[in-house]
Structures are given as C-alpha cells and as structure tokens.
C-alpha cells in the first residue's frame, strides 16, 4: 500500500522551545513538506483524525497520555503509526508516566523510530521491539571556520538544561587540567546552573551564559572548541548524535567524553578528559584542523539531507 496522507503530531503548546522537537519533527516535517498538528492534553482524538483524515501519523516525543488515545483511534481505523522515541532510556522498572506512555506507545506502533543504533539495541534488548535508526537532520548550513585555538582557547557548549550534570562535569575536568578558557554556555534555562557555578574555581576559566535560539550557530560559530561532556549512564547512552554533527559541520573542533555509542567519530575528535583534550588541541593545532576538515566530509557523507530524507520517505510512504 502506497501512503499519501501524512501527518506529524506533536503534543506541546510551544515545540520549538524544545530543541528535540526542532530536529526531530520540525526540521523533517518542513523538509519532507509533511503538515504538523499540535494534540494538547485537552483534545479529542477521534475528531482531531476526522478534521484531517491521514492515513500516516508520525507521533513525535510524547508529553501527555492523550497521545495513546490518538494512536488507538488511529490504528482502530487502520492508520498507519509512526512513533520517534528520541532519547528513552528503557529501564523496566520505570513507573515514570512519560516512560509509561512511551512504553504503551511502542507497542502499538507499527514503525518506532530512533536516532543510533545504541538506542535500537537498548529497545530492542528490554522489550523485545524492533526500530528502525534515522538520524537528525543538521540543523545549520556548512561554515567553513578559521581556526585559531588562541590562549586563552574559545569553547562552547549548547544543550538543553536536564544536561547540566554533564556539563558541570566538564566544566570540573577543564579545572583540574589547569587550562585558560573562555567558556559560552548555550541554553534555555540557567537557574540550576547559576547555583552551581558559585563553586567553580573560576581563576583560569571565564563563564558567559547565552539564550538558546533556533540561530545559536551565529554564537557557536565565535568558539573554535565545541566541548560534548558526557556521563556513561543509562540516559545519555540513547542520545541522538545532532551536537556532534552540528558542531562538526560548522567547522568546530569537538572535545568530547569517550563513550562506546559514538565511537564512529574517534577519528575526527578528541575523546577522553575534556581539560586534558583542550591542552591536546593547544599543541596540535595542525592536526586538530585537519581532523575537523576530514570530519566534515564524513558528516557530509553519513548525514546528508538527502541520505536522510530518503530514510524517512521509505517508512512514511511505504
């Protein structure tokens, strides 16, 4: 059967507020000229699918239990569901209600989808489900950046707010190095952030906190480091690799932690202690931006709107 209906769903009153939404149902909706509908906790199901009548629904990250009732009206009537689980970590023991919904969720869908193979094999080893993996899409044109890696060294970090304790752990692993840096924190929320960092050691380090907008590649573009601390931990096993291609695709050496789920970048990063990857970057200023020039054309290559595309049409409107 050929589908010709599409329809994203996506179950929040301000979506792009969530950079998750705007990678993984904004950017690939706008792309594949898919229209988008907004299902609030307060709406009906069944005249939500008759006002628009799909014969495809793809249910982004799920915020409320009505999104479940959308799915059983739509596979009552036989409607194709497509559900994206962007960063669930499956853990059984879970009584979390968005780990329930999502639970429900995959189970009843004919299509789940995650964005690495780390996420599918996660599922795939607690519930038994299948998935099939399509990356983000980059979010910002290709810049082409002259590095300096200047003393004290450029860095920046973006991510949304329930990373802090990574970034904090980055931020103490550059202390411990003894390394000048200055430091843009790029984000929506600094309030626990704020609190924390009144006890950093801040004599080599300087700290400058940015609103996060859908245009943050204007200010990641002023840093030559994009630093990407991560925790070995049940929840950052399963997270997309968009900062990393992002960061990498504008042209920015990326340090990062040295986890198993994104080994397919060791050769254009640095991977290990973030304070000790800033020094590495200091004395091989030449490979640094050799590695980044090879780790544009991978990312050109693995991740192109093209390759990408293509990955959705054949799940969508097959």
């Known amino acids: 059967m050929k589908y010709k209906s599409p329809m994203w769903v996506l179950s929040i009153r301000h979506p ?5 939404y705007v990678v993984s149902a904004i950017i690939p909706a706008n792309i594949l000229k898919i229209p988008m509908i907004i299902f609030l906790e ?3 199901s069944v005249q939500t699918i008759k006002k628009y009548s799909p014969d495809v629904i793809i249910v982004s990250k799920m915020f409320h239990n009505n999104v479940v009732d959308l799915i059983k009206e739509a596979k009552r009537i036989n409607i194709k569901v497509i559900s994206i689980f962007d960063d669930w970590f499956v853990d059984k023991k879970n009584t979390n209600k968005r780990h329930l919904i999502n639970l429900e969720a995959a189970k009843l869908s004919d299509v789940n989808v995650v964005k690495t193979s780390e996420a599918a094999n996660v599922l795939k ?8 993996i399509i990356p983000d899409y980059l979010r910002f044109d290709k810049a082409i950046g002259d590095l300096h890696f200047k003393d004290p060294i450029r860095v920046s970090w973006f991510g949304m707010h329930t990373n802090f304790d990574t970034l904090l752990f980055g931020i103490n692993q550059i202390v411990e190095s003894n390394i000048a840096c200055e430091l843009s924190v790029i984000c929506s929320q600094f309030r ?14 300087s700290i400058k906190l940015i609103e996060w907008t859908e245009a943050m590649d204007k200010e990641i ?25 992002d960061a990498i695709n504008l042209g920015k050496f990326v340090v990062m932690s040295d986890v198993n789920q994104f080994k397919e970048f060791k050769e254009f990063c ?3 202690h973030i304070g000790e990857g800033l020094k590495w970057v200091q004395n091989n200023k030449q490979s640094a931006k050799e590695m980044v020039l090879k780790g544009q054309n991978y990312v050109d290559k693995q991740y192109s709107k093209e390759k990408i595309t293509k990955l959705w049409r054949d799940i969508i409107y097959n």
């Open 125 to 132: 080893d607690n519930l038994g489900i299948s998935s099939q």
């Open 270 to 272: 640095y991977m290990g």
């Open 221 to 245: 573009v002023k840093s030559d480091v994009v630093i990407i601390p991560l925790l070995d931990d049940p929840q950052r096993k399963v997270k997309s690799s968009n900062r990393i291609i």
């Open 42 to 44: 307060t709406f009906n």
């Open 16 to 20: 792009r507020k969530i950079p998750s």
């Open 192 to 205: 626990f952030l704020q609190k924390n960092l009144t006890t950093i050691d801040k004599t080599k380090i």
